[in-house]
C-alpha cells in the first residue's frame, strides 16, 4: 500500500502556494487547487466556501490551507485513482501528481499506456480498474516509471502544440513530467 504522506509532500513541492496566472484555465489557484475544481466541489459536495459568505470565488482560493488542500486530494485524487492500492511509494505518487496536474482520466491513460509498453493489454480508456492496478503492481516500479514519465513527456509536448499558448508552462510542466 503507497503512503499519501509521501505522495502529497511531492505533489505540493510542485504545487506551490497562491498564484493566479493569466491564461490558467483554472484560474486562480492555491497549493494546486484551483477555483474551477473548488467550484466543482462546491457544487458536488458543499466543500470550499471558507471564507462562509454562501459562494465560492477568488477570496476562498486564498483562504485555503495546506490541511484544506490535503483533505480535498486524498478525497478527490488519491482515493478516486485507487493509489491506495498501487504497491510501489514513488508509483503511486507519479500517477497521484499527474492526476492533479492533468486530470484522472488523463494520468490514468498515460499509466495505462506506459503498461501496455510492457505487453499488459490494458484498454486505455482512462479508468484505473481491477486489471489496471494488477498490470502496474506486476511490472518493475523503476521501468515502469522511466516509461510513465516517457509518456507524461508525450502529452505535455503535444498539448502545448495543439495550444501553444500553453507554451508559457512548458517548462514547469516538463520538470513535473521527469521528477
Given at each position: 500500500?503507497?503512503?499519501?504522506?509521501?505522495?502529497?509532500?511531492?505533489?505540493?513541492?510542485?504545487?506551490?502556494?497562491?498564484?493566479?496566472?493569466?491564461?490558467?484555465?483554472?484560474?486562480?489557484?492555491?497549493?494546486?487547487v484551483?477555483?474551477?475544481?473548488?467550484?466543482?466541489?462546491?457544487?458536488?459536495?458543499?466543500?470550499?466556501?471558507?471564507?462562509?459568505?454562501?459562494?465560492?470565488?477568488?477570496?476562498?482560493?486564498?483562504?485555503?490551507?495546506?490541511?484544506?488542500?490535503?483533505?480535498?486530494?486524498?478525497?478527490?485524487?488519491?482515493?478516486?485513482?485507487?493509489?491506495?492500492?498501487?504497491?510501489?511509494?514513488?508509483v503511486?505518487?507519479?500517477?497521484?501528481?499527474?492526476?492533479?496536474?492533468?486530470g484522472?482520466?488523463?494520468?490514468?491513460?498515460?499509466?495505462?499506456?506506459?503498461?501496455?509498453?510492457?505487453?499488459?493489454?490494458?484498454?486505455?480508456?482512462?479508468?484505473?480498474?481491477?486489471?489496471?492496478?494488477?498490470a502496474?503492481?506486476?511490472?518493475?516500479?523503476?521501468?515502469?516509471?522511466?516509461?510513465?514519465?516517457?509518456?507524461?513527456?508525450?502529452?505535455?509536448?503535444?498539448?502545448?502544440?495543439?495550444?501553444?499558448?500553453?507554451?508559457?508552462?512548458?517548462?514547469?510542466?516538463?520538470?513535473?513530467?521527469?521528477?
Amino acid at each position: 500500500m503507497a503512503n499519501f504522506d509521501y505522495a502529497i509532500q511531492q505533489t505540493l513541492k510542485h504545487e506551490g502556494g497562491y498564484n493566479d496566472i493569466q491564461g490558467d484555465n483554472g484560474g486562480p489557484t492555491n497549493f494546486g487547487v484551483s477555483l474551477r475544481f473548488l467550484s466543482l466541489l462546491y457544487k458536488d459536495c458543499g466543500i470550499g466556501d471558507f471564507d462562509n459568505d454562501g459562494d465560492v470565488d477568488k477570496d476562498d482560493v486564498k483562504k485555503l490551507t495546506v490541511d484544506h488542500a490535503k483533505e480535498i486530494y486524498y478525497k478527490a485524487f488519491w482515493l478516486k485513482q485507487k493509489c491506495d492500492l498501487i504497491n510501489d511509494d514513488e508509483v503511486a505518487a507519479k500517477l497521484f501528481d499527474l492526476s492533479v496536474n492533468a486530470g484522472l482520466a488523463q494520468a490514468a491513460k498515460l499509466i495505462q499506456r506506459a503498461c501496455n509498453q510492457f505487453s499488459k493489454g490494458l484498454a486505455e480508456d482512462g479508468k484505473l480498474g481491477p486489471k489496471s492496478i494488477i498490470a502496474i503492481n506486476s511490472i518493475n516500479p523503476e521501468e515502469l516509471l522511466i516509461a510513465y514519465r516517457y509518456e507524461c513527456v508525450q502529452f505535455y509536448l503535444k498539448l502545448v502544440e495543439q495550444t501553444p499558448s500553453f507554451s508559457k508552462f512548458i517548462k514547469g510542466w516538463l520538470r513535473r513530467a521527469v521528477s
